[in-house]
């Protein structure tokens, strides 16, 4: 019997190898640009090297790493979150104001009492997104503005400082007791639990599912709407976690706490690779995107470009990534025909 | 215990309040490949849709193994061993082929941990005992369509299905993965599994079938063995009449070169192609999906533009970069998706048919309704379209219908090339003749008309002189005199022994 | 994907007919602009209840001026949403436009050579979208996006944090002035004039006509000969140039610039076009009910103004709106389709989330009053 398939050229499978690499590319690729990023700030500014600024860099892309990680899930399902600015302003406001008027409580209750506020909000978006039909650009837009207007109402234009807020409370993030800042553990923690869940558990799997094919997901006995629910929940959940570590490592709570963070996120996600139309993405990609992020952020400050260019910097990066994506993308598909 | 692993009893199904299914019976032994033939809007696919439980039937019984069940969704038939694969497959284009085999039951060791060795390693045995060959991290979306449907198989395979149903399987199929899909179906059936099969390549249910039931305007009509009918036996119970002429080739006097293509190529797709169209005549263009053909007439229609070689129209040479420039020199292409690329299919049946001639019916841009619709409402009427009003919307029609109503657009619009990609797909009988009765009129009337088809009898049926593609290449060329069945696939399979095909 | 069966082609179904379908076709028409009708009149009669300053056409003059901005970069969002695609960068090109012009004003550039520096500023703007967009084919949201940033980190490029003061009053009567001796602010008549063009081009021209198809189905459209990649190409120009034109009105209107100006104006610019019945997807839309959706804001953050509730609070109240706006139709919906089966186990589901969210705001209220009563 001879060969079945032999509808398979020999020529397709060369360049399957190559699309795979080139896939693999998108992280390499961010690496070797981090690299070389790093290697023409420090001949400017030579501080760039040392250990206290990596430091400094972690402790600054700690946060946004863990709401990135949530708004990669969400994207992967073809769906976006534009209201975790909002969702860890009003939770860092309700942990403040509680952590307070209770300073003698452990800190790990207001870790829980964040994430719990943030899972609310969350499943509400999770709720009118699934239930309601409303598509989750306009959801999450809505909640985006709610919820900010939420904080104002809750504190009454007034804000949490620092000496408000206990010792103990404030060194969540900041403390070292591993080395490392306890931000940054936590931060490293999240991606690995992340990265476990998306690649080794069938729920993760089912994201990437109803991700590329959400009209076959029922099909393949995948519960869609329970999994997109999911994804708003975690996001909320991330959002609440990441509201406390705000609070504590910038010792206040203001009304206008994360405001344009969502930004930060999707700039992070997608310069990691992940693809606005669903589907695809991983953990470690969006990690060098939030490097990437955090390095620019940082080495801005040290070039003494003022900081009003972060900014435009942050946009610059999200278009380039896009464009090359798409070059590498019609190359490949030109090539594969 | 009964002979029959499923039977459905006086199906009924309607939909706003139209009845797509009457009292229709259906019964379906293991081991046994049972075709189920009908026209388009017969129900197949309704039935089908009841049977994995897409749908609920407004009356009637199915029973699974002699006892009644009854299923609310598809993870429920699934569940009790129906899988089906329908024409839009359902593969998860960015997850790889052995991901997609077990998508949603991959395999766990304690705790849920997902245990990839496994994974691999069963998808692997399970292709190669199915003598698929696919290198299985190989993401879905860059697997030929052929490929796809074996890994579909091969899922369907792997969760045990007892029943399993094909909808037009092989409608994009080459006639080598023709013959690799009969021989997994084989198989199968050997195995003990009921298939249910769908097609309307009466060929196909000669060569594969055990028995056959057809339906007709959503009645149940016969089973017959496939030993005891002949084709025309088929015809009459699929149509309830005899078609007397579907074909109808009138012989026109080809007039000047309207149409030279010479050395046309677009890098990766096709290369060298040659040919000449000439006024009144149809030129066939015959080759299995996949052979470049449609990229051809794209690059003619300025969709995907070629990158070397000439085109002339009547004799003067242009370069083709938009569909807007071919219209302006005469050219209109059908297209071989309607839903993707020929229609509109939540607007009006107006708005469809002015489409390309909208600037017509503005005046300085300012839109003139009243003259618009009268002259949409004219192409519609001389194409005998079957709808309510001028108001209703496309995606309401049938296929035939809307088949008609894009034929209309492009008609009115005046061209003095028509091509013509697949123009009998996915529509009935009736309709058919109908649309064969216009090209012949139109070549009679001096139209030159390119048609692709992947349909033997349709090229052999109605072309003047046929061409042969084969990936990207033209390799055969012959006169309405000279052509015949085996030269044709003779030459859109060069090079690749035949084998079990025919 | 799959399509449900219809009916056969010869059996019930006869030849097509000439004639218009009852009048179904108008009541389906106009069904959203009534609902808008109906809560803008809900609106004005609560609000005229509680404070009898709200129907004062000179508090109404006076405010309306400040919504304009919003009105004049929903015209092409409107185009643009039709078509299936989005624009998250016009308040940012708005800002970026004004502070540009401030700028070159403080610099001692002729405050009309600013004004239309800034113009083709900001409509570069829109071609650098337009471009990414319709020519090398990437997705509107991120390039928007992309853009959102950066034009507004130009913004920030261009002042730094200086703001940029002292417009001469020929230019300041372009956002404070008022028409001729009436109360109508002149930038009221602006937008109502070119929203009578946009809405007229929009249901009445060929390009319109257009603007629906691609976003019912972009690639029969462009088989159908219509100029696709161009089309888009306009509109996100024209999008750049009237967030320009709207930001010198807010310069105008300010009578100065910071490079914040606006920020975050293009979720009230998008609230307004969804709100009023331009669905997201593309494909449906009409101007009138986006008009009509402004007015509705408007009024609405008129009124809550009026009664001293904060603009961030406000946010509740519209966020709430435009999710409602499309959840109570299809809550309608799907249960009018589900009959009278009652499905118990997501009736406990909603009771159970319906528990959560009480007790949420329990929280919400009780946390919270301790520290407040402690200012």
Redo the contacts between chains.
Sequence with gaps: MQNSTSATPPVRSYLSNLVWTLVRFREAGISIFILLLMFVVTLRAPSFLTTDNFNDILLNISILVIVALAQTMVIITHG?DLSVSSMIGLVAM?VA??V??NPEMPVIFAVLLGMA?GS?LG??NG??ITR????P???T??????Y???????????WINSFELPDNFKMLSKGTPLGLPNMVIIAVLVALVVYYFLNHTRTGRDIYAVGTNP?AAPFAGIRKDRIIFLVYLLSGILAGLAAVLWVSRFESAQ?NTAS?FE?QT??AS?VGGVS??GGVGTVPGVLLGALLLGIIQNSLTLIRI?P????????????IA??SD?WILTRVERTNK | MTEYILELKNMTKR?SG?E?LHEVSFSLRPGEVHALLG?N???K??LV?VMTGVHQPDKGEIHLDGKRVSFSDTRESRQAGIAAI???LSLFPDLDVAENIFVGRQPVTTGGRIDWRKLYADAGKLLESLGVHLDLKHKARSLSIAQQQMVEIARAFSINARILIMDEPTSSLTLNEVADLFRLVRRLREEGTAIVFISHRLEELFELADRVTIMR??SYVDTRSISDVTRDDLIRLMVGRTITDLFPKQDVKAGEVVLKVENLARAGTFHDVSFELQRGEILGMAGLVGAGRTNVARAI?G?EPATAGSIQIEGRQVAIT???Q??RLGLA?V?EDR?????????P?T?NIS??T??K??KH???QDKTERKAA?GA??QM????????QLT????G??QQKIVLS?WLS?NPRILILDEPTRGI?V??KAAVHALMSKLAAEGMAILMISSELPEILGMSDRVLVMREGHITGHFSRAEATQEKIISAATQAVTLGSAQ | ?????????????????????KSS?LSRFLRWEWMLVGLIFIVVIVNTQLTPYFLDARNLSRTSSDFMEIGLMMLPMVFIIITGN?DLSVASNMGMSASFMGLLHNMGVNIWVAAAAALLLGTLGGMLNGY?ISR????A???T??????????A??FL??QAARGYPEAFTYFGQGKVFQTLVPFSVALFLFMAVIFGLVLH????G??L??IG??E?????????VAKIKFIIYTLSGFMASLAGLVLAARFGSTR?DNG?GLE?AV??AA?LGGVD??G?KGSMLGAGLSLLLIGLMRFGMGLMNI?G?????????L??LS??IP??VR?LSSAGKNINWRSAFSAFL?LL??VL?FV??FW??A???AN?
């Design positions: 976006i309700m104001f509680v307070k008027q506020l609310v499943s509400f709720l009118i309601g039909n409303v598509p650009i306009i959801a837009l809505g909640t985006l503005s709610i900010r207007g939420l904080v104002f109402f809750y504190s009454q234009g007034t009209d009304t344009g930004l999707v700039a997608v606005i139309s003022s009003f260019w972060q900014l435009a910097a942050q946009g610059l990066l999200i278009l896009v464009i798409k | 939909f139209v797509v026209e809007g017969a129900g696919s309704t849709k329908y024409q839009e305007d959503g229609f969709v938009s569909p807007q071919a219209i292409y297209p839903q993707l690329h020929g229609l509109i299919p939540a607007m049946i708005s489409l390309p909208l600037f019916y503005a841009g300012w839109l409402y519609a009427l005998e379209v079957r709808a309510n009003n001028m108001w995606r309401e029609l049938s035939g219908n657009k619009t009935d009736g309709t | 994907m799959i399509s449900s069966s219809s009916a056969s082609d010869t059996k019930s179904v006869s030849l097509i007919s000439e004639n218009a379908p076709f989005i990414l090398v084919k990437l997705p949201l991120v390039v996006l992309g853009t959102y940033a950066f034009y507004r980190g130009l920030y490029g730094g944090d009445r021209t060929s390009f006509r257009y629906f198809s019912n189905n690639n029969a459209t462009n088989y159908s000969g219509v100029p490079p920020t979720l998008i609230t969804v997201i997807n494909g904060q961030q609070v406000q946010g509740i109240a519209i966020g709430l435009l999710i499309i959840l299809s809550m799907s989330f959560v969210f949420f929280f919400f946390s919270r301790a520290v407040i200012i």
